[in-house]
């Protein structure tokens, strides 16, 4: 098993984040007696998460803490593999006392970030939230807390310094920060400094990531990766509650097995990294001012995802659709208040594009049209070599 940043260690550097322990797979046969207290990832002889907190030490506190793990089972009844999971952090944070286990589920590919509290004398998971990226949870270095009031966060070992919204540093300690002031339903910045290690000879100066809120529940992950600051600006002025909704782009594609809704997880819309927006341009809807028409795209597990957001032009509350997984015609429905819209775009060059018989367009531009929905419609694109075709019907 290889602990490796995504996206950032490749070639010679994934050789100096070989685990220090072997057997890091699951294994059906083997049950281990307790957790391990800290990850057995390193980053060369950096330990990345090592054993922290007051309770850390303590043999009682973690075989506990392992029983309440083991009895824990995810929204889809998988339980978590105990030898390749591991206590990040157990002792008292303001008084109270905290555990917080990076749980690998292999039923589910996923990583769990689970967060147990104490009443009386019996540990119980508190929280528990979804990294939605197939691979290890320790692959971050900023970990999100629940707090009574704003938001901690668990550090690893390569953070050097986290800054946070308001650009000071956020004071830690034994890798849990002081709380931070975060909207319930604001995405806010955090970036932090990283040490310079193997898998990242000169550090990094600013590793982004951004919170979508304290609103987001369970087992939504509300940190998103944002290297370049392009979430930040994408999401200026936007309610992430609005957005995480049902109807919104990131809560609006539930998870399925089989035939089957899993309203309990993670939707499959919900954001890993690479929150980002295009203009389509200003067009006048509604009646009003032209207002922007924005491409709103983000990465999940399953794929990029995109949506349409509208910013009326006197201030309004934005208006966005549902998701729609990335495809070379994309429709959307646009719930715009007294006039449900259509929307299709596509970045095809030399296509033809097709709408019903007598379809009204209210905008008709190279890669953009809006109509009126009033009832199911298919539109077409033809290319060169192929013909896309998507259906739409009003939301009910």
């Known amino acids: 098993m290889v602990s490796a940043r995504r996206g950032a260690v490749t070639g010679a550097a994934l050789a100096a984040l070989l685990l220090a322990a072997a057997g890091c797979g699951p294994v059906a046969e083997r049950q281990s007696a307790a957790l391990r207290v800290g990850y057995d990832s390193l980053d060369g002889t950096l330990a990345v998460w090592p054993p922290r907190g007051s309770l850390a030490g303590d043999t009682a506190t973690t075989a506990a803490i392992t029983a309440t ?3 824990w089972r995810s929204p889809m009844d998988d339980r ?3 030898p390749s999971s591991g206590i990040l952090f157990s002792g008292r944070v303001a008084g109270a006392p ?8 292999p039923g589910e590919s996923a990583s769990w970030l ?3 509290d104490r009443d009386g004398q019996r540990w119980r998971v508190a929280h528990a939230t979804e990294y939605t990226d197939p691979g290890y949870l320790v692959y971050s270095d900023v970990l999100p807390v629940r707090a009574p009031t704003g938001r901690r966060y668990l550090t690893s070992a390569r953070v050097e310094r ?4 308001d650009g000071r540093t956020v004071a830690g300690t034994a890798g849990v920060t002081v709380p931070v002031d975060v909207p319930a339903c604001r995405a806010v910045e955090l970036t932090a400094t990283l040490r310079p290690t193997p898998s990242l000879p000169r550090g990094r100066a600013a590793d982004r990531v951004l919170d979508l809120g304290t609103a987001t529940e369970a087992p939504r992950y509300p940190l998103v990766r944002d290297e370049t600051g392009a979430g930040k600006r994408a999401l200026s002025g936007l309610d992430t509650c609005v957005l995480a909704g049902e109807r ?3 809560g609006s594609a539930p998870r399925r097995v089989g035939d ?3 309203p309990r997880s993670v939707p499959e819309s919900w954001p890993m990294a690479k929150i980002a927006t295009r203009s389509l341009g200003e067009v006048a809807l509604g009646g009003g001012e032209p207002g922007d028409l924005e491409q709103l795209t983000w990465e999940t597990p399953g794929g990029t995802m995109t949506a ?5 032009a006197d201030g309004g509350a934005p208006v966005v659709s549902p998701a729609d997984r990335s495809t070379t015609l994309q429709a959307y429905h646009l719930p715009l208040p007294g006039q449900p819209l259509a929307v299709l775009t596509w970045r095809t060059r030399d296509a033809s594009f097709a709408a019903p018989p007598g379809t009204a367009r209210l905008v008709d531009r190279p890669g953009l049209v809006v109509v009126e929905q009033t009832d199911k419609q298919t539109f077409s694109l033809a290319g060169t070599e192929q013909t896309w075709y998507r259906s739409l019907s009003p939301a009910r």
């Open 69 to 71: 793990v083991r009895g």
């Open 80 to 82: 978590a593999h105990l």
């Open 98 to 105: 905290l555990a917080l286990v990076a749980a690998d589920v």
């Open 114 to 116: 689970l967060q147990l």
């Open 162 to 165: 986290l800054v946070g919204p």
């Open 248 to 250: 919104g782009p990131f």
């Open 260 to 262: 089957r809704d899993m």
């Open 308 to 312: 349409v957001l509208y910013r009326p």
